[in-house]
């Protein structure tokens, strides 16, 4: 069974770090796209960023480029993202997702094919 559990969000003031961590059981990560969203209430999700299974490239949505780094540790079968200068604009519930690749154009971050879903983590930034 495919399983993607997201820890690591909680309350920060602005300016601060957080780390998300996504762990996989059922699967490696090594086989497919995964890519990190977010999502606030009465708002569609968006795509943060993402690993590309085709060649392990990373992508980021404009928004969080030279704030935030996606990484991935296959020996714990995890990736991570790295959010640094956090504002109150991040605020948001935070998704790891895979699907068969993992992809960007025009700052839009996506997945392909049949997409699960983590439970999330939420992310609160204080100003």
């Known amino acids: 069974e495919v399983q993607l559990v997201e820890s690591g969000g909680g309350l920060v003031q602005a300016g601060g770090s957080l780390r998300l961590s996504c762990a996989a059981s059922?699967?490696?990560?090594?086989?497919?796209?995964v890519a990190w969203f977010r999502q606030v209430p009465g708002k569609e999700r968006e795509g943060v960023s993402c690993?590309?299974?085709?060649?392990?490239?990373?992508h980021y949505a404009n928004f969080v480029k030279g704030r935030f780094t996606i990484s991935s540790d296959r020996a714990k079968n995890t990736v991570y993202l790295q959010m640094n200068s956090l504002k109150p604009e991040d605020t948001a519930v935070y998704y790891c997702?895979?699907?068969?690749?993992?992809?960007?154009?025009?700052?839009?971050?996506?997945?392909?094919?049949?997409?699960?879903w983590g439970q999330g983590t939420q992310v609160t930034v204080s100003s």
């Open positions: 997702a895979i699907g068969a690749d993992a992809a960007e154009a025009m700052g839009v971050i996506y997945l392909l094919g049949d997409i699960y």
């Open positions: 690993i590309s299974s085709d060649d392990g490239s990373e």
């Open positions: 059922g699967f490696t990560f090594d086989h497919y796209g």
